[in-house]
């Protein structure tokens, strides 16, 4: 069970921007080209979800928004420091 959650936690995030960015048409409104798209599908897949679905048209992220985009960074963030954290005490206490 365990495993599924992690895998779910590092691979649901992806999928899902990868879903947007293939049947919708945000990301090409955002981004003119697909480096930064790219990008954050492999670095940084939580903010990059919460900003494409923050965005709106009429003004890009603005005020409140910023605050599920700021969520997005924490949970990156989390995941790369729990999968070092998990290392580092992983080997030590093993």
């Known amino acids: 069970m365990c495993c599924l959650f992690l895998s ?15 049947f919708g048409d945000r990301v090409e409104l955002i981004w003119d080209s697909w480096i930064w798209p790219l990008l954050l599908l492999l670095l940084l897949p939580w ?18 928004e910023w605050i599920v985009v700021a969520l997005g960074v924490v949970a990156d963030v989390a995941s790369y420091s729990a999968r070092a954290a998990r290392r580092e005490y992983g080997s030590r206490y093993a």
């Open 47 to 64: 903010t990059g979800l919460a900003y494409v679905l923050m965005w709106s048209a009429a003004g890009g992220v603005s005020g409140w």
């Open 8 to 22: 779910m936690v590092l691979i649901g995030p992806r999928f899902a921007f990868l879903l947007v960015w293939v």
